[in-house]
């Protein structure tokens, strides 16, 4: 069964960085897709950025250029270093994962394995 653990979240300033691990319990033999998803109180989750079994990454629109997915696979941890942090980035932060068939990009709404999130709060 697969597992993901988040791990990094806190607190920050507008304009700081931190960085979210995430550890993945996954067959190295597999394919996943695996992305980072966020969550801030009274609105909808939204995916935020994933890298695609192809080796294709992918970020929303909100974070481009100030966020960046990668993974370690001999760890098997999935990164995502967040710079530039702006107030609006406050949410629970959740890594996801999904079993695919060959390189393909996925789509947010086929993730269907989840972390239990951890939570970054960034203040003014």
């Known amino acids: 069964q697969v597992r993901l653990v988040e791990s990094g979240g806190g607190s920050a300033q507008a304009g700081g960085s931190l960085r979210l691990s995430c550890a993945a319990s996954i067959d190295g033999d597999s394919r996943y897709c695996m992305g980072w998803f966020r969550q801030a109180p009274g609105k909808e989750r939204e995916g935020v950025a994933s890298?695609?079994?192809?080796?294709?990454?992918a970020y929303a629109d909100s974070v481009k250029g100030r966020f960046t997915i990668s993974e370690d696979n001999a760890k098997k941890t999935l990164y995502l270093q967040m710079n530039s942090l702006k107030v609006e980035d406050t949410a629970m932060y959740y890594c996801?994962?999904?079993?695919?068939?060959?390189?393909?990009?996925?789509?947010?709404?086929?993730?269907?394995?989840w972390g239990q999130g951890t939570q970054v709060t960034v203040s003014s």
């Open positions: 890298i695609n079994s192809d080796g294709t990454t």
């Open positions: 996801a994962a999904v079993w695919v068939r060959g390189r393909r990009q996925c789509r947010y709404r086929e993730y269907n394995l």
